[in-house]
């Protein structure tokens, strides 16, 4: 390494002409690894410039070892170079031993002999066209690429020296650095030490913190709900004594329910703790004390519903359900007095529904209505029937028709239309059927049967028992009820209106099926009441007007009538009882349409029906011997029935047809 450097000095022209100036490359010689102990290299490095020399010891790792050798006295060279010819002698001996042939060989050492073959010795080296002997001969001239080595004079040594000198100046001022430097990374390394010292000791100190919160959260979780239940914050005192009632009082409430609840059901041992001893009488004066408030607050809204023209609903709705908890936790810390309070309420509203559909009932009755007696049976004589109506329409009574349905079945479909006030009904001029009034009283009452019967399960469930206040909703009611079955036993029992019967039948099962959808089973009794007063008198009515066409064909002579003249007088036409039967007829299965098969108006009309047929077959008897006009007339009249029954619907309805068109076709194949 130091060869290559100073081969490549300032004086490797001038070296070129001796054989001494070859790089050791070129050298058949193992190399030596410590560059400043071998003599050579320091002849080399003494034949150097300066300039090339200084470059040299400051690239060298044995920069020490260098200096040392500068400053050696004088003469050093001079054993140097003698030192050197030494060796390069004992090499060309070398060479020479180990270069001869033949009996060279087997003079020399056998044991040398052996280690050395023919195949160590085959090696192409290029010596600039020199043999190895005169290459060994030539060793201290010749150098084929370097510079002539060459020994260092006193001057030129001593020209060298101030750059020795601040080089060494500069080593120093470097050591000093470095030592600087390595001071300053020992100081690092402690400050870095005891930082890691404190951060070790820093999470030392998270993990116990860490493991402390745990721990206090784990004993927080676990005493927490016993704390909450050993303590009432002053807010909670202040809202439930003096606070208004509204919802956040009765979140309050709720608290202080839930703490006295869990207090009740805690086991009075010895261990108890003082805590709980003390809030136990703090609970149960607060508790008295809410209760003192919800009563004074029900009563008060129960003396509003005496107010005149209040609306019960409004008050039910916005001061009863919307506190709907202060009954029930009235019920559960003093039944008693939640049973005087039910008791009062229900009071008054039994006053407020019967004062209501009193004055309801008397609006109606003012209501003008269309009287059909008597006179309105199918049967009855049609002079006594017009003498009738001459006698009534002096009395300014509207005209009617009793077997036309017409509009009346409007009624039923008007399912959105609300009852009429009472003032309107009181103001009102026209002159209505009696479904009218019936309509507007039940439908009245059993919207209003609804709605108490909902707040009342609302509002006092789950203290009470479906039951108990189903008894209750019949306390309030009842005199409602009365005044209902007072009035429909009032619009039926003297009228001879079978269409307006059935009408009222229909209104009350309508009634029956919103009950059942809005699920109020308490009212059943009053439909089922009601159905038994109209059912009967329906059949009645169907009953009487049977028997008003069988007094009429009784009326009719059973012999033919003797002269032929007379006969040929009768008319085939149908007859009056046939069309009213008819238009009865038609409205009935019209009514029907959606009617079980176990109600009572089959038999009725199967009556009605056997009556009216022996009244026509007994009509036709008097045509005499004339079978033609016999046979036409009964034509005629029951194709009158069929036509008018034609558009009727229902599984009734198609009876009737078939029967009726059976007859049609019998009496027609007959003419």
Not at 440 to 467: G, V
Not at 517 to 533: C, E, H, Q
Request: hydrophobic share 35%.
């Amino acid at each position: 390494m130091w060869l290559d450097r100073l081969a490549a000095g300032p004086n490797s022209a001038s070296g070129a002409s001796t054989p001494q100036s070859a790089s050791r490359s070129f050298s058949p010689l193992p190399r030596r690894t410590s560059s400043n102990l071998s003599p050579y290299v320091t002849s080399q490095r003494q034949g150097h410039s300066p300039r090339g020399s200084s470059l040299s010891l400051v690239s060298s790792d044995s920069s020490v070892s260098l200096l040392a050798a500068s400053r050696r006295p004088n003469g050093s060279g001079v054993r140097q170079s003698s030192a050197l010819n030494d060796q390069a002698a004992r090499s060309i001996d070398a060479l020479d031993k180990l270069l001869r042939t033949g009996d060279g060989a087997a003079l020399g050492d056998t044991r040398q002999s052996s280690l050395i073959s023919d195949g160590d010795l085959e090696f192409d080296f290029d010596f600039d066209g020199l043999l190895l002997t005169e290459l060994a001969a030539t060793t201290k001239d010749y150098h084929p690429t370097g510079p002539a080595l060459r020994l260092q004079s006193r001057d030129e040594y001593t020209a060298e020296e101030t750059k020795f000198e601040e080089l060494h100046k500069s080593i120093s001022a470097c050591d000093d650095i470095l030592g600087s430097v390595e001071i300053n990374l020992a100081s690092f390394r402690d400050d870095l030490a005891a930082v890691s010292a404190d951060i070790e000791s820093l999470q030392d100190r998270s993990t116990a913190l860490n493991r402390r919160l745990e721990n206090r959260r784990e004993i927080e979780k676990a005493l927490a709900p016993i704390v909450e239940d050993l303590s009432l914050s002053p807010e909670t005192i202040s809202k439930i004594a003096t606070g208004t009632i509204d919802e956040s009082w009765t979140k309050v409430l709720a608290e202080v329910d839930r703490r006295a609840t869990s207090h009740k059901k805690a086991k009075p041992d010895s261990q108890r703790s003082k805590a709980a001893e003390d809030m136990g009488p703090l609970l149960e004066k607060l508790i008295q004390k809410a209760i003192e408030r919800i009563r004074d607050f029900i009563v008060t809204q129960i003396k509003s519903l005496r107010s005149p023209q209040v609306n019960a609903q409004v008050i039910q709705q916005q001061s009863f359900l919307r506190y709907k908890d202060l009954f029930t936790f009235l019920h559960r810390h003093h039944a008693v007095l939640a049973e005087e309070i039910a008791q009062a309420y229900m009071n008054t509203m039994r006053w407020y529904y019967q004062t209501q559909f009193a004055r309801y009932e008397k609006s109606l009755n003012k209501m003008k209505l269309h009287v059909i007696d008597r006179s309105d049976s199918i049967g009855y004589e049609e002079s006594s029937r017009i003498a009738n109506v001459l006698s009534v329409s002096r009395s300014s009574a509207p005209p009617h028709d009793a077997f036309n349905l017409g509009r009346r079945m409007d009624i039923l479909k008007a399912t959105n239309q609300p009852a009429v006030p009472s003032h309107l009904a009181e103001e009102d001029q026209t002159t209505h059927y009696l479904e009218t009034p019936f309509r507007n009283f039940n439908l009245a009452l059993i919207d209003n049967a609804m709605a108490e019967y909902t707040f009342m399960a609302s509002y006092f469930s789950p203290a009470l028992s479906f039951s108990k206040i189903n008894k209750y909703f019949n306390y309030v009611l009842d005199p409602a009820f009365d005044l209902g079955r007072n009035l429909s036993k009032t619009l039926v029992s003297e009228t001879y209106d079978a269409i307006a019967i059935l009408l009222c039948i229909r209104l009350n099962q309508h009634s029956a099926f919103e009950l059942q959808r809005r699920k109020v089973p308490a009212a059943d009794g009053y439909i089922n009441a009601t159905n038994m007063l109209l059912w009967p008198r329906f059949q009645v009515v169907m009953d009487k007007n049977a028997e008003s066409v069988k007094l009429m064909a009784s009326n009719i002579p059973a012999k033919p009538t003797k002269s032929s003249s007379d006969a040929s007088k009768l008319s085939a036409a149908p007859h009056m009882v046939t069309q009213r039967f008819g238009q009865l007829l038609h409205a009935i299965l019209s009514l029907s349409a959606e009617g079980g098969d176990d109600e009572p108006v089959m038999a009725s009309l199967q009556r009605l029906r056997t009556e009216v047929e022996a009244f026509l077959t007994r009509v036709s008897n008097t045509y005499g011997s004339d079978r033609r006009k016999s046979s036409r007339f009964m034509y005629n009249n029951y194709s009158l029935i069929h036509t008018i029954i034609a558009d009727a619907k229902g599984k009734l309805a198609e009876e009737q047809q078939d029967h009726f068109d059976e007859l049609k076709q019998a009496y027609q194949d007959e003419d």
